[in-house]
């Protein structure tokens, strides 16, 4: 399965190499950045382009709801072998790339979506007040 | 006649710029979107019915339609339009234009670039001429607190 991470400049990358610090060399994640000077409509051909030439399943995730990479990451989730989340993080990107192996990406957005919740935490909540 | 809080030309139409930024400095209560493209599309309407905050009341109509509604309703809109072309319907259609935002023009096949980040067809360069003899005053401003550049310096 690949995950193409769909992102406000080029920070998809940079995420990559992070995620790689931890989890190590990932094979088949691509980033699709998106810039200002780009029409909305180019982004998604551009994916869209991608998802054609692929065999396996993709799962997009994208970097801010009801922003641009959503509303692209929306239109392009409707075809077969295509599922898309948001909210795109280093947690999630570890977290789809741990799943991915054991989980059918008719599943697999589910499964993340219900395990990242938990992960966004106000300290406080964890140690308690002083 | 629906009066405007702001009329902005943004190809994206809704997304994180409007969203975190206009919608908030302008207290927008209320976005119609005029874009034949998006009252085509219905997965896009589906996704923006869903991620537009709930406060906000969204309307999403066709060119022709919109322009019919602009006159009948009442109330204040935040007016968004897809592209060039849709504006000057709207002046066509005598809709008064005195201030409109733009996000970008972006960058497509048979487009001419007139400024960083901004490229035109010949059609879109008659057409803002046209509107900026009319006196319509035109900035190009990513979000509120991002440089303005006004149009009538660069074309």
Redesign the interface.
């Known amino acids: 399965m690949i995950l193409a991470l769909l992102t406000h400049g080029a920070w998809g990358k940079a995420l990559l190499e992070a995620a790689e610090l931890i989890v190590g060399p990932m094979k088949d994640v691509v980033c699709f950045p998106l810039f200002p000077e780009r029409s909305f409509k180019e982004y998604v051909e551009e994916i869209q382009t991608f998802i054609d030439k692929q065999e396996e399943d993709i799962l997009l995730m994208a970097d801010l709801m009801g922003g641009s990479t959503f509303h692209a990451a929306g239109k392009l989730s409707r075809a077969d072998g295509v599922k898309a989340v948001s909210g795109l993080s280093l947690e999630l990107l570890a977290l789809a790339d741990e799943l991915r192996h054991d989980c059918s990406l008719e599943r697999l957005p589910k499964c993340l979506v219900e395990r990242a919740r938990d992960r966004i935490a106000d300290m406080e909540s964890i140690l308690g007040k002083e | 006649m629906l009066k405007y809080d702001l009329i902005r030309v943004d ?2 139409l ?3 710029q409007i ?1 975190l930024k206009w919608m908030k400095v302008l207290k927008v209560k209320r976005a119609a979107v005029l874009s034949d493209e998006l009252n085509m ?1 219905p ?2 309407k589906a ?1 923006l019915a869903k ?2 905050p709930e406060k906000i009341q969204l309307d999403i109509w066709g060119v022709r339609t919109g322009i019919e509604r602009m006159y009948e309703e009442s109330g204040k809109a935040l007016i968004l339009l897809q592209d060039i072309h849709s504006l000057f319907q709207l002046f066509q259609n005598g809709i008064q234009l005195k201030h409109v935002s733009i996000s ?1 023009l ?3 096949a048979g487009k001419e670039k007139i400024h960083e ?1 901004m490229f035109v067809s010949k059609e879109e360069r008659k057409e803002l001429g046209v509107l900026l003899n009319h006196g319509v005053d035109i900035q190009i401003q ?1 979000v509120p607190d991002s440089e303005s550049i006004r149009l009538r310096d660069i074309l």
């Open positions: 190809d994206r809704i997304h994180g969203l599309d997965i896009m996704i991620t537009v970008r972006p960058c497509e980040q990513m």
